[in-house]
């Protein structure tokens, strides 16, 4: 499956497969130690959510773990000075 993430604002991106926007991952907290959450918008059965949800909502320490979970996807960042502090840059 081929995932993208598109920063809305800093700590909040909309997940897309392909062209249609599946999830929002955002940013928890105001201080680091931050967490990330993906969660889908759609509260779909286990057996039609796409992989690799296997529950609505997962929880990570870094968005660098988070984008690893989905297969590295590319990231999109508004480029607005400081706004994608903490965002992950790989590929």
């Not at 497969?17 to 130690?33: E, F, K, M, Y």
């Amino acid at each position: 499956m081929t995932y993208r993430l598109i920063q809305l604002a800093p700590g909040a991106y909309d997940l897309f497969l392909h062209d249609t926007i599946v999830a929002s991952v955002v940013r928890n907290g105001s201080r680091q130690p931050y967490t990330w959450t993906a969660e889908l918008l759609d509260d779909l059965p286990r057996s039609k959510r796409p992989w690799p949800f296997l529950d609505i909502e997962h929880n990570f320490p870094s968005l660098e773990e988070l984008c690893a979970w989905l297969g590295h996807p590319n990231v999109t960042t508004n480029n607005r000075g400081t706004a994608s502090q903490g965002a992950y840059q790989g590929a």
